[in-house]
């Protein structure tokens, strides 16, 4: 911790502070500068806890940590990048991955049809929501087990991997049965039981970005997931609510570096949620690509414009093939498969 004493402090003062460094176990190093005094307190902020409440004296200025809050997800704790195995599919590898399926399962036909022209395409995980998390109680919810039943299907008949929404801690076991990886959706990245509930199922994880969630909350998320056991963490930028209008969400590409100095873990970006709009799903999975994105996470469906959810965003089956065509060559300039 960097404690800055006020130009005020007056030597009986600056004792007071440098006996509450001490009391609380840290070895205090006083720097003198020409108008003011800072203080470099040295010890495990994580063991010994913060000095953050002597910023309440009136004499110090301002106490900083020096040390990450996370520590699991963070690259000091891993400096290599992690990989995550689903369903034989390795995110974070050499091998750029898509994820790719409808918005919401909505019957047997509709979620066949999108998982062979998705696999015909290239993608290797198959997406689909069994529980959807509407903004309104009268939207359509999702088809529940019966939907993680059709999901289980595809994957027998496809060889697809499939990524979906645990809504609920009381489903994780359920969930987690149908699905090679846990999709923990926006609007609950900051549900910490449920966070602990899924990683907890031991299934990896994919944790979207909350609508106005800091990187740095973000990471904290996380966290939860590792430290519960569950080592197949991957972070997903999804959008963030801004004051722009244009677009449904601000798709943070920038988030991609930031997170992949901060954490080991993969990154993948949806850019149906980011955009909400299928006309500028292209363009941005072409950015992410080239911003260092791991896996791109894409809504496609038979039918866009008489789906259930989401309609305005979905792919079609041939807008998908063409996405898939198209981003083959940032893949190779960003040096991946
Ligand atoms: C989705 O993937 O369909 C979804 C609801 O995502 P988000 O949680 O990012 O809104
Ligand atoms: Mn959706």
New binding site residues.
Partial sequence: MIIVLRSTCSKREEQEVLREIRRLGYKPHIMRGVARTVIGAIGDERKQGSLEPLGILPQVESVTPVQKRYKLVSREAHPADSTVTANKTIIGGRKFQVMAGP??VESEKQLMKAAYAVKEAGATIL?G?AF??RTSPYEFQGLGLKGLKLLSKARRETGLGVIT?LLSEQHADMVAEHADIL???????QNFQLLIAAARTGKPVLL??G?SMRIDEWLLAGEYVLSNGNAGLMF?E??IRTFETAMRNTLDLAAIPVIKRESHCPVVI?P??GAGRADLVKALSKGAVAMGADAL?I?VHPDPAGAW??SAQQLSLEGFKELMQEIRPFILAAGRE
Wanted: glycine content about 12%.
């Fill in positions: 918005c919401s997406r929501g959807k998390p929404e999709q923990i959706g926006a609007r609950n990245s979207k970005r609508l997903c999804r959008g949806d149906s949620q996470l809504e959810s989401d």
